[in-house]
């Protein structure tokens, strides 16, 4: 991390699960984690989130509470869906060097350095980024209701909506009809009642059979991991990539589509060079810079 004028600088990475904090002190880092900070779903309970982690994290730092307020700080907080909300979130907080941004930013610069590329985050969720000199540009992560293509919740849903297919005789049935009829109960009836009370969560642990049934040769397996693949292939395509740029894999189900995506792509994957709050911190340095230069 590059020096700035500021000689504290702290991240945070709020997702809907839970939310980390880190402050950079030197050589020494500090972190903690506590619950869910979505400004979109819960603003009210994410703004009490920070307001604790900040709080709790100069504590531990063995700095005086009161200094919170002069230190750089870059917040990558799921549910900011525009820069309105990002203001508001920014302005809640009692802090004079901050800014608030989408989540996915932070971990965008925290897989890629300063390396011109891509970063692919499929869990139960998915988005898509690429950094370049221009700067970054995100796509995709629009919730499992309307996108979250080839994420774990996408895939789980596929799956049940082709078995429905099978069982309607609108194609064959493969072993892994069968191995999720074994899990949640078989037919068609069984599965209208999963999907009845199911969530993202749900859905996404459904995932590892698509996973496993693919790789052993499913053929349904195989078509979801393709189609999938196809659909982060679009994507990466669509962000600008190019041939030799990295991309590095964010979440469980990323890595697990290399044998599915072209040739070149599935070659070009290299390892993330740091975290979300890797991430977060290089941007709260950057924030430091603007700030000292009186331009934030």
């Known amino acids: 991390m590059h020096e700035s004028g500021f000689p504290y600088l702290v991240a945070v990475d709020g997702g809907g699960t839970s939310c980390r904090f880190a402050l950079q002190a030197g050589a020494i880092r500090h972190e903690l984690r506590l619950g869910s900070a979505n400004v979109f779903s819960n603003r009210t309970g994410a703004l009490a989130t920070l307001s604790e982690g900040l709080a709790r994290l100069v504590v531990q730092a063995g700095l005086p509470t009161d200094s919170l307020v002069d ?3 870059f917040a990558g907080l799921a549910g900011v ?5 990002a203001q508001e979130v920014a302005a809640a907080l009692p802090l004079r060097h901050v800014e608030v941004a989408d989540d996915r930013l932070p971990a965008v610069v925290g897989a890629l350095g300063e390396r011109t590329g891509c970063l692919i985050g499929v869990g139960t969720g998915s988005f898509l980024g690429r950094q370049d000199a221009d700067g970054i540009r995100l796509i995709g992560g629009y ?5 979250d293509e080839a994420s774990g919740c996408w895939l789980g849903m596929a799956l ?8 309607d005789g609108l194609e064959a049935a493969t072993p892994l009809v069968a191995t999720l009829g074994a899990r ?3 037919g068609s009836n069984a599965i209208v009642r999963f999907s009845a009370e199911a969530g993202p969560a749900d859905y996404a642990a459904l995932a590892p059979m698509v996973v496993e049934a693919a790789e052993a040769g499913d053929p349904l397996g195989q078509a979801l991991m393709r189609a999938g693949a196809d659909y982060l292939s679009r994507g990466l395509h669509a962000l600008g990539w190019q041939p030799g740029e990295a991309i590095c894999a964010l979440g469980g189900l990323a890595g697990r589509y290399t044998p599915f995506l072209p040739a070149d792509m599935s070659a070009a994957f290299t390892p993330a060079r740091g975290t979300a709050l890797d991430g977060g911190l290089e ?7 603007r700030s000292a230069r009186g331009a934030a």
Do not use: F, H, K, Y
Not at 143 to 147: A, I, K, V, Y
Not at 160 to 167: D, I, N
């Open 81 to 85: 869906i525009d820069n309105t909300a």
């Open 71 to 73: 230190i750089p700080v």
């Open 184 to 186: 949640i109960g078989a």
């Open 283 to 289: 941007l709260a340095r950057r924030l430091a810079e």
């Open 143 to 147: 919730g499992w209701s309307l996108g």
């Open 160 to 167: 049940l909506r082709r078995c429905l297919w099978a069982q």
